[in-house]
């Protein structure tokens, strides 16, 4: 089978670069942010994909939202700065963005995996964007890749409210899952334990049927936010501090 690429060539990609607001000295490195892995197995185990664009643009994107992040919040700590980045570049982001530049259409597939809806997949499209961010990088530098960026994430780095969310866990899970559902957060106690006095609760934290987390503590109340900052350190990639659930 021969991979998928959209009609057009030059004129298709030409339209994106127009979307990007960025014209490529050599155009060969936007075809390659844009050539999905399974290119090679359907062609030649070398033929070229976009995986190591995209391990570049990944290091990139980080720095850039670290500094702006940096900046934006002079008295901000470690730990509020790194929940806010994560909450910026995680995946689903990622692939939100690439959905609105439109990615999805200009990507280099096979055939497989067009068939089975490669180009909506969050994975791909993700990849894709950090890809065209490396490709940037390569292209004209520093300072070009910082103002695609820039544009991409401008509103969400302007409505973004670093210390308000941060202590508050449930309405932090609650925000971030209704940038891609209307659906609310469910919480559900799971067990309760110990002697009167010293109670233990585990609660748990559902969206739309699925289990995000879960979490415990000394009151219901307690064990929900518990949960919240769980799901929450699935969701974004983020590595929880500590076990909630491990002391039930």
């Known amino acids: 089978m021969k991979p998928h690429f959209p009609e057009g060539g030059e004129d298709e990609l030409g339209r994106l670069e127009a979307i990007l607001d960025y014209e490529f000295r050599d155009r060969s490195l936007l075809r ?4 999905h892995p399974s290119i090679a197995q359907e062609e030649e ?6 995986q190591r664009l995209e391990f570049l643009g990944d290091a990139v994107l980080q720095l850039i939202v670290t500094h702006d992040l940096y900046d934006r919040f002079c ?3 470690e730990g509020p700065l790194t929940k806010a980045r994560a909450r910026l570049v995680n995946r689903r982001r990622l692939a939100a963005h690439a959905r609105g530049l439109g990615l999805g259409e200009y990507l280099r597939i096979s055939r497989g995996e067009e068939l089975s ?4 997949r ?3 499209l993700g990849d894709a964007f950090e890809a065209v961010i490396g490709a940037v990088y390569i292209d ?6 910082c103002g695609l960026v820039r544009r991409v994430f401008q509103q969400e780095l302007d409505e973004i409210e670093l210390l308000s969310n941060l202590e508050n866990p449930k309405g932090e899970l609650q925000e971030f899952l209704q940038a891609q ?3 609310p957060p469910q919480y559900q106690l799971e067990a309760v334990s110990g002697p009167d006095h010293d109670r233990r609760f585990l609660c748990s934290v559902y969206h739309n049927g699925v289990e995000l987390g879960r979490g415990s503590g ?3 109340k307690e064990a929900e936010g518990q949960a919240a900052l769980v799901a929450l350190n699935e969701l974004t990639g983020d590595q929880p501090s500590r076990s909630s659930s491990d002391d039930l």
């Open 45 to 50: 185990a070398s033929a070229l994909h976009n």
């Open 75 to 77: 008295d901000a700590e």
């Open 117 to 120: 809806g490669g180009r909506e």
């Open 32 to 35: 390659l942010a844009l050539t």
């Open 122 to 124: 969050q994975s791909a």
């Open 218 to 220: 000394k009151s219901k």
């Open 181 to 183: 559902s209307s659906s």
């Open 140 to 145: 004209s530098g520093f300072e070009a890749v």
